[in-house]
């Protein structure tokens, strides 16, 4: 009865490889996002979609390219990881553009 | 570049005593104010929310809200062990969704 979820929960993966993080929400709204928290804790929006359309899209390197294939999905991948993105990855998802998240359980990526 | 900004603690107190905890933003068109707890661990989840001044209560929570001085704040009554978290204060920008997280107040609630 997850309501947002998100695949893998753990990602440990050595530099320069490339990795998905996989999204899924079964609450029937429109808007997605991925939120990134690195290790103090601060939690900051990478990017949203609303109705598979890109909504948001902060200052994220390029390597990081989210896909959204249905409003149901948002998947994120990194290309070329570097030790800086070692963080917790969240995804979320929100009824509309102006409602608050509700976020999934994370993915704590390590990058060695 | 808007702010929200928060003590990050660690706050103490007591068993049964008044925890609060503080948060300043710098965007005046800010229309909806948020704070998350979040456990170690584990992802954030909402406890309240309030979009105009003034007081709003929910249990033993309670957000209060001045946007003349910007200020947002969450009183927690009777604070027990259990209430030991980061909390986080987010504050709506505009009307694209996207939420401005200040950097969390580590909250402990020694019995």
């Known amino acids: 009865d997850t309501a947002v979820s998100q695949t893998p929960k753990y990602l440990v993966t050595q530099m320069g490889n490339d990795k998905s993080i996989k999204c899924e929400q079964n609450?029937?709204?429109?808007?997605m996002y991925w939120y990134k928290q690195d290790s103090k804790k601060f939690l900051k929006i990478m990017f949203s979609?609303?109705?598979?359309?890109?909504?948001i899209n902060e200052t994220v390197p390029n390597r990081f390219s989210p896909k959204s294939p249905d409003k149901a999905h948002l998947n994120l991948h990194i290309n070329s990881l570097e030790l800086g993105d070692s963080a917790v990855y969240f995804c979320?998802?929100?009824?509309?553009?102006?409602?608050?998240?509700?976020f999934g359980q994370g993915t704590r990526l390590t990058v060695v | 570049q808007k702010e929200v900004e928060q003590n990050s603690g660690p706050l103490s107190v007591p068993e049964g005593a008044i925890a609060s905890l503080n948060c300043t933003y710098s965007?005046?068109?800010?229309?909806?104010f948020f704070w998350y707890r979040q456990y170690s661990g584990k992802s954030p989840e909402l406890i309240m929310s309030?979009?105009?001044?003034g007081d709003k209560e929910d249990g033993r929570f309670t957000a209060q809200l001045n946007k003349a001085s910007q200020y947002v704040s969450l009183l927690i009554r009777d604070s027990q062990p259990s209430d030991s978290a980061t909390y986080l204060c987010?504050?709506?920008?505009?009307?694209?969704?996207?939420?401005?997280f200040g950097q969390g107040t580590e909250l402990s609630v020694k019995p």
């Open positions: 979320a998802s929100s009824q509309d553009n102006n409602h608050r998240p509700f």
């Open positions: 609450l029937g709204h429109d808007t």
């Open positions: 979609y609303n109705n598979k359309e890109l909504i």
């Open positions: 965007d005046r068109g800010s229309q909806s």
């Open positions: 309030i979009y105009s001044n």
């Open positions: 987010a504050v709506n920008e505009g009307t694209g969704g996207k939420l401005i």
